[in-house]
């Protein structure tokens, strides 16, 4: 074979190999959102709140846990890692702490809040430092969404914290949940709703509301980045956690006042004292009305 053959040869396999896309690494994308209360640390109201003095102590333990289950992803072959930014303003995570080999989306409003930047693309979905629902027994810090506005949200006849809620966002796009970190409250309710298979990662104990029993640093960073790479490792048996339309949404605001001004959207019914409900054939578009409803039912 002459040279010139050769080289043509080359070129054809490489002109024919698929293109990866926008710069995408090989290996697994996945996507990670990241709340405050359940990191390691994080006992308390205050270390979750900007005007705090022990606030920036509890930003760089939020980076430090993601970036043990980035290391993780990383060890086990994963490809684009995106990391959502989801407590509060959504700016808790110091840009250059985070590890950079992971890209960060910070900031808030965003259309799908603690969800932004999923799509279909992703092989996979982490949940790190998330909390248990609002009035769960021995649980850090337990709210859903608005600790000020809401007692509970039920979406199909389920009542479901924040980790069902996003879990269903990645389920919309056929996108598994594979592991999840907090306490152990949250941990139990993740294997409950989203499956026995998820890997949940404790890595605090709550004693009540505002104490908790925090593992040994070093056991609870190990134990993030060994979760990761176990989830990773068995991503193909996990199933989407996927709420089937039409979905029927019941919002329970924790004062009647709070129910009023929801009432204006058109299609929202009053259901009692303090809660309201509509339904939705589309999930994704049934989120985003449930959040315009928080927003209204907190302008009280």
Same mark, same amino acid.
């Given at each position: 074979m002459n040279k010139l053959v050769g080289l043509g040869l080359i070129l054809a396999l490489l002109a024919s190999a698929p293109a990866v896309q926008g710069g995408q690494k090989p290996g697994p994308k996945v996507f990670i959102s990241v709340d405050m209360e359940g990191i390691w640390g994080v006992v308390a109201g205050p270390q979750t709140s900007s005007d705090s003095p022990e606030y920036g102590?509890?930003?760089?333990?939020?980076? +430090?846990? /993601?970036?043990?289950?980035? &290391?993780?992803?990383i060890e086990a072959g994963a490809g684009e890692i995106v990391v959502n930014d989801s407590h509060g303003t959504m700016r808790n995570i110091i840009a250059d702490q985070l590890d950079?080999?992971?890209?960060?989306?910070?900031g808030s409003p965003k259309p799908l809040s603690m969800m932004q930047g999923i799509d279909s693309s992703f092989d996979a979905c982490i949940f790190v430092g998330y909390h248990a629902r609002a009035g769960t027994a021995a649980a850090t810090l337990d709210?859903?969404?608005?600790?000020?506005?809401?007692?509970?949200?039920?979406?199909?006849?389920q009542e479901l914290p924040e980790l069902g809620i996003n879990g269903a966002i990645a389920g919309y796009f056929k996108v598994p949940v594979i592991m999840l970190s907090g306490d152990t409250a949250t941990c139990e309710q993740a294997r409950s709703i989203l499956g026995q298979w998820i890997v949940a990662v404790?890595?605090? +104990?709550? /004693?009540?509301?505002?104490? &908790?029993?925090l593992y040994p640093?070093?056991?609870?960073?190990?134990?993030?980045k060994e979760g990761a790479k176990e989830a990773l490792a068995k991503k193909?048996?996990?199933?989407?956690?996927?709420?089937?339309?039409?979905?029927?949404?019941?919002?329970?605001?924790?004062?009647?006042?709070?129910?009023?001004?929801?009432?204006?959207?058109?299609?929202?019914?009053?259901?009692?004292?303090?809660?309201?409900?509509?339904?939705?054939?589309?999930?994704l578009e049934g989120f985003k009305e449930?959040?315009?409803?928080?927003?209204?039912?907190g302008i009280q």
């Open positions: 102590a509890a930003r760089r333990w939020m980076a +430090e846990d /993601v970036n043990a289950v980035i &290391a993780g992803l950079p080999r992971a890209s960060l989306i910070s709210h859903t969404i608005s600790g000020g506005t809401i007692r509970a949200i039920r979406i199909n006849g404790p890595v605090k +104990e709550a /004693v009540g509301r505002y104490a &908790a029993r640093l070093d056991e609870a960073r190990k134990a993030l193909a048996g996990i199933a989407p956690f996927r709420l089937n339309p039409p979905c029927q949404f019941d919002v329970e605001f924790n004062n009647s006042g709070q129910a009023e001004m929801p009432m204006l959207v058109p299609g929202v019914k009053r259901t009692g004292a303090r809660s309201v409900a509509f339904s939705a054939d589309d999930f449930m959040r315009a409803l928080i927003a209204l039912g």
